[in-house]
């Protein structure tokens, strides 16, 4: 269905992190003094970017081998995450680019600003998309990053987490977050996490150990479903118009 | 308790929560350009080319560069910023999308565009042209959402159904000003010259 006629259903500020959070010392200066002005929706964000026709390379998806030597592949747990795009009613959400990025094994990022005492690995860059399929599923292959440290005033550690990107079909959808892993106690502990006030909304964040997908002697599988704003299903007065 | 057997090819539960939120956001981090602009972070050889869409401009190329400035007045060095408007009808079925990233050195980003049409509003009340901004960085928990607007309409700032819904002495944070032929847009994240954001 093209959505993209459609309203988004408000917000749900509820299930997102405060802006102003200073256990997460950066949000000292970036967060805001003045609320949100409310706007009603255009098709400036209803409609957004799509790629879903984008032809992308052979290993986009696969971070095990998309920056490795011929024959080589990057050191760390092979992993495999899949899960599905879905919007607030539960309808998913196909053709939609995701990207990927993440710190390799021992938690070091090919980043120049990333001084890590953990070394880089020759073969791993640590970036990677795909798109959904018709069905919202999406999967790419990788390795586990590790956990690190970063300066944030004391004794801070990031659990291991994915950073992700994602296009829904309006740009009033655009998303960034992270995946984190099933039992890490780091979660617990992560200012940046724990900026979300609800514990609901942080375990939405969890990726979950899915041993059905596991494939034996190769890869342990993890399951990470994502859900985008949907469609506004009680009031269409904001109907937008134009071209 | 099912069997180990059983346990050991079992499917996961879903991690989303009934009844369906939006998942939460999450800070993009200090490092959002090895993901999103990775050739430009020197990790080279894994996209042929950084996400772009591809489009040939046509007439009226625009520049619309600026800094992002956190309190203190301290320029902001790690921000990724997209753009989205219209094209030059108005419509945005073929809508312009950038992605640029404030300079590691100058934190000066820039985007190479064209001027975008007005639009009109669901109630069909015409909008003046402006450029959509999503803002994302370390320290930004979700994404911030501003618009640019252009000197060139400059009746915008009391006449548009949608300038008027923001408070009269913030209106001009979102007007770019024309410098040496092109545009320039200073974004601040928070202080007394606070752009303004917005919820759609
Ligand atoms: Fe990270």
């Given at each position: 269905?093209?959505?993209?006629?459609?309203?988004?259903?408000?917000?749900?500020?509820?299930?997102?992190?405060?802006?102003?959070?200073?256990?997460?010392?950066?949000?000292?200066?970036?967060?805001?003094?003045?609320?949100?002005?409310?706007?009603?929706?255009?098709?400036?964000?209803?409609?957004?970017?799509?790629f879903?026709?984008?032809?992308?390379?052979?290993?986009?998806?696969?971070?095990?081998?998309?920056?490795?030597?011929?024959?080589?592949s990057?050191?760390?747990?092979?992993?495999?995450?899949?899960?599905?795009?879905?919007?607030?009613?539960?309808?998913?959400?196909?053709?939609?680019?995701?990207?990927?990025?993440?710190?390799?094994?021992?938690?070091?990022?090919?980043?120049?600003?990333?001084?890590?005492?953990?070394?880089?690995?020759p073969?791993?860059?640590?970036?990677?998309?795909?798109?959904?399929?018709?069905?919202?599923?999406?999967?790419?292959?990788?390795?586990?990053?590790?956990?690190?440290?970063?300066?944030?005033?004391?004794?801070?550690?990031?659990?291991?987490?994915i950073?992700?990107?994602?296009?829904?079909?309006g740009?009033?959808?655009?998303?960034?977050?992270q995946?984190?892993?099933?039992?890490?106690?780091?979660?617990?502990?992560?200012?940046?996490?724990?900026s979300?006030?609800?514990?609901?909304?942080?375990?939405?964040?969890?990726?979950?150990?899915?041993?059905?997908?596991?494939?034996?002697?190769?890869?342990?599988?993890?399951?990470?479903?994502?859900?985008?704003?949907?469609?506004?299903?009680?009031?269409?007065?904001?109907?937008?118009?134009?071209? | 308790m099912?069997?180990?057997?059983?346990?050991?090819?079992?499917?996961?539960?879903t991690?989303?929560?009934?009844?369906?939120?939006?998942?939460?956001?999450?800070?993009?981090?200090?490092?959002?350009?090895?993901?999103?602009?990775?050739?430009?972070?020197?990790?080279?050889?894994?996209?042929?080319?950084?996400?772009?869409?591809?489009?040939?401009?046509?007439?009226?190329?625009?520049?619309?560069?600026?800094?992002?400035?956190?309190?203190?007045?301290?320029?902001?060095?790690d921000?990724?910023?997209?753009?989205?408007?219209?094209?030059?009808?108005?419509?945005?079925?073929?809508?312009?999308?950038?992605?640029?990233?404030?300079?590691s050195?100058?934190?000066?980003?820039?985007?190479n565009?064209?001027?975008?049409?007005?639009?009109?509003?669901?109630?069909?009340?015409?909008?003046?042209?402006?450029?959509?901004?999503?803002?994302?960085?370390?320290?930004?928990?979700?994404g911030?959402?501003?618009?640019?607007?252009?000197?060139?309409?400059?009746?915008?700032?009391?006449?548009?159904?949608?300038?008027?819904?923001?408070?009269?002495?913030?209106?001009?944070?979102?007007?770019?000003?024309?410098?040496?032929?092109?545009?320039?847009?200073?974004?601040?994240?928070?202080?007394?010259?606070?752009?303004?954001?917005?919820?759609?």
């Amino acid at each position: 269905m093209d959505r993209s006629k459609q309203n988004f259903s408000k917000r749900d500020y509820s299930a997102q992190p405060k802006a102003n959070y200073p256990d997460y010392r950066s949000t000292i200066l970036r967060h805001q003094g003045h609320k949100l002005v409310a706007l009603p929706q255009t098709l400036a964000d209803t409609k957004g970017p799509v790629f879903g026709h984008m032809d992308l390379g052979a290993n986009d998806d696969d971070l095990i081998i998309n920056y490795a030597s011929s024959g080589k592949s990057a050191i760390g747990e092979r992993i495999l995450v899949t899960g599905k795009l879905l919007d607030e009613t539960g309808a998913p959400v196909p053709n939609a680019l995701i990207e990927v990025w993440q710190a390799n094994g021992g938690g070091r990022y090919r980043h120049k600003n990333d001084g890590y005492l953990a070394p880089l690995d020759p073969n791993f860059g640590g970036c990677g998309r795909c798109l959904t399929d018709r069905e919202g599923n999406y999967v790419f292959r990788t390795i586990k990053p590790g956990a690190y440290p970063w300066p944030n005033g004391g004794n801070d550690w990031r659990p291991a987490h994915i950073h992700f990107s994602i296009f829904g079909q309006g740009f009033a959808q655009r998303l960034i977050t992270q995946m984190y892993f099933e039992g890490d106690p780091h979660i617990q502990i992560c200012p940046i996490v724990q900026s979300i006030g609800d514990a609901r909304a942080v375990n939405q964040l969890v990726a979950r150990l899915d041993m059905a997908q596991s494939v034996p002697m190769d890869l342990i599988a993890y399951r990470f479903d994502l859900i985008l704003r949907g469609p506004n299903s009680t009031v269409f007065e904001n109907k937008t118009g134009g071209h | 308790m099912d069997s180990l057997d059983r346990r050991r090819t079992q499917p996961a539960q879903t991690n989303a929560e009934a009844p369906l939120r939006e998942t939460a956001s999450q800070t993009a981090g200090p490092y959002v350009h090895i993901g999103c602009l990775p050739n430009a972070a020197d990790v080279r050889g894994i996209y042929s080319n950084d996400l772009t869409v591809n489009r040939i401009l046509p007439n009226a190329p625009i520049t619309i560069s600026g800094k992002v400035f956190e309190g203190d007045n301290i320029i902001c060095k790690d921000v990724m910023l997209e753009f989205w408007h219209a094209d030059e009808t108005g419509c945005y079925d073929n809508g312009i999308w950038h992605r640029s990233i404030t300079n590691s050195t100058s934190g000066l980003f820039s985007i190479n565009t064209q001027m975008p049409g007005k639009t009109k509003t669901g109630e069909g009340k015409w909008l003046a042209p402006f450029v959509s901004v999503w803002i994302t960085a370390r320290g930004i928990n979700l994404g911030l959402l501003t618009r640019i607007y252009f000197p060139d309409h400059e009746s915008v700032l009391h006449e548009d159904p949608h300038m008027n819904l923001i408070p009269e002495s913030r209106r001009l944070t979102l007007m770019a000003k024309l410098v040496n032929g092109g545009y320039y847009f200073d974004i601040h994240l928070q202080g007394p010259n606070e752009t303004v954001f917005f919820d759609v």
